[in-house]
């Protein structure tokens, strides 16, 4: 657990990916966060004036784009994978 959150925990030159880890970790959270709501709204609706409303804030947008959270999460994986992979062989 102390690995986990210490500020040494990756090497000098390898520094520079934790800001893509924690866009990951963010895309993995959005991905998570759009996937409840799609499964919310596909069963039955009890309040159908609340959710209108819900669609029509700005906040609920980013909800509603957890399918290209996916690709952003995906594209930055075989990013950082490849670059790896570049640099050991």
Avoid: C, H
């Avoid at 784009?65 to 950082?80: G, K, V, Y």
């Amino acid at each position: 657990m102390v690995k986990l959150f210490s500020p040494l925990k990756y090497a000098f030159e390898d520094q520079e990916f934790e800001i893509l880890n924690s866009i990951k970790v963010f895309s993995i959270a959005m991905i998570v966060l759009g996937n409840t709501f799609y499964f919310i709204f596909n069963g039955p609706v009890r309040n159908l004036e609340d959710s209108s409303e819900w669609f029509d804030s700005t906040i609920f947008s980013f909800i509603l784009m957890a399918d290209l959270q996916s690709d952003i999460f995906f594209f930055i994986t075989a990013f950082t994978w490849s670059y790896q992979m570049l640099k050991t062989f």
